[in-house]
């Protein structure tokens, strides 16, 4: 039986029993997300389906399967001098295309090019009684009116099953480099915001025990306009760091304790909190290492007018994701009801009570 159908029976078989289903992709982001290894949720296995289906370099797209692994497509793109713009992690080579849109996980390389979401165009899905639909195009012209597949990004699979999923792609830079500046907490902020209010071709910027990370991207003249710039005092550096901090494979990211994901203004303030701070997108993104509790680390987050998540060893039995507003939330439960009727894929995956 084509692996397709097959998750089709597996899914309306289990819907007409009531029965749970936890979709397994490659298992590389199994530890984001609420944690329901613990539930009678069965497993359902879709690396097997994989492949790539449409690939457009012309009209900037490709079409592929589910279980696809994103490292087969960034090699592919490579050779035509195109990428996905919103640079995912690999995870050791394991993280495939729908654990990435459904996790909606994004590199350095977001505040500047976009979000997952933003690049989803189409993509084919089994709802939660089995039923196969198409939503969005595989050109961006066909995404015109209502764009229900966006939801599917972020969505860790309580939506639907994506099968196929088509997505826009960018030219890849002429030319890339990368540099530090030690600069206190203060200077970072101050530095950012007159280089945003120079144009600089930034792709990239973290900051971590004093040292501001940069990347810069584009054609060798951009560069170089860029450098003249700089301050003097920057020391070049490898790329491959960028792809580290997106692996999680810097000494940060090393110990098994807890480690929260916020998502703030670029210009909060920055180490506001009791523990130890790596900023990613520009500051808009911080992984906080911290003996706060997730409480204790949402309120802060709010504060700073953001939101916070448990991206790490979370706790049994607890949401990880900042608690949506009554109103947003309820329209969270109607559209997972029309979706997945029966709620049986992974749920209380995204929020335990949903």
Not at 249 to 259: A, Y
Request: hydrophobic fraction near 40%; aromatic fraction near 8%.
């Amino acid at each position: 039986m084509d692996i397709s159908k097959n998750l089709q029976q597996k899914i309306s078989d289990a819907a007409k029993n009531a029965q749970s289903l936890q979709i397994i992709g490659n298992n590389s982001k199994a530890f984001y997300g609420c944690d329901i290894s613990n539930t009678d949720a069965i497993p359902l296995h879709v690396a097997d389906h994989n492949g790539i289906l449409d690939y457009q370099p012309g009209e900037l797209t490709i079409t592929a399967r589910a279980g696809t692994p994103i490292k087969d497509i960034i090699d592919l793109l490579a050779e035509h001098g195109q990428m996905l713009p919103f640079e995912p992690p690999c995870f050791n080579n394991r993280a495939t295309l729908g654990g990435c849109i459904a996790t909606a996980l994004a590199g350095p390389r977001r505040p500047w090019t976009g979000a997952v979401r933003d690049y989803v165009i189409g993509t084919r899905i089994l709802t939660g009684i089995g039923k196969e639909i198409r939503l969005g195009g595989k050109v961006m012209k066909n995404v015109a009116g209502y764009d229900l597949f966006r939801p599917m990004a972020g969505a860790l699979g309580t939506l639907g099953l994506m099968l196929d999923i088509t997505v826009k792609l960018l030219p890849l830079p002429e030319h890339e480099i990368s540099f530090t500046i030690l600069s206190d907490n203060k200077d970072m902020h101050r530095i950012l915001h007159d280089w945003r209010n120079c144009s600089l071709p930034l792709s990239a910027a973290s900051f971590y025990q004093g040292q501001l990370s940069i990347r810069l991207s584009g054609s060798a003249s951009s560069i170089d306009d860029a450098m003249s710039k700089l301050p003097s005092s920057r020391k070049e550096t490898s790329n491959d760091y960028w792809q580290k901090l997106n692996e999680q494979q810097l000494s940060f990211f090393d110990d098994d304790s807890p480690i929260y994901r916020l998502v703030v203004p670029a210009n909060a303030a920055y180490d506001t909190f009791d523990g130890e701070c790596l900023a990613d997108w520009g500051g808009a993104l911080r992984w906080i290492k911290s003996s706060l509790s997730f409480d204790e680390v949402q309120k802060h987050a709010a504060e700073l007018g953001g939101t916070a998540s448990v991206y790490r060893n979370s706790k049994q039995d607890e949401d990880v994701f900042s608690p949506l507003a009554d109103g947003l939330f309820e329209l969270h439960k109607r559209i997972k009801k029309v979706m997945d009727p029966a709620g049986i894929l992974n749920p209380g995956r995204l929020y335990l009570n949903l």
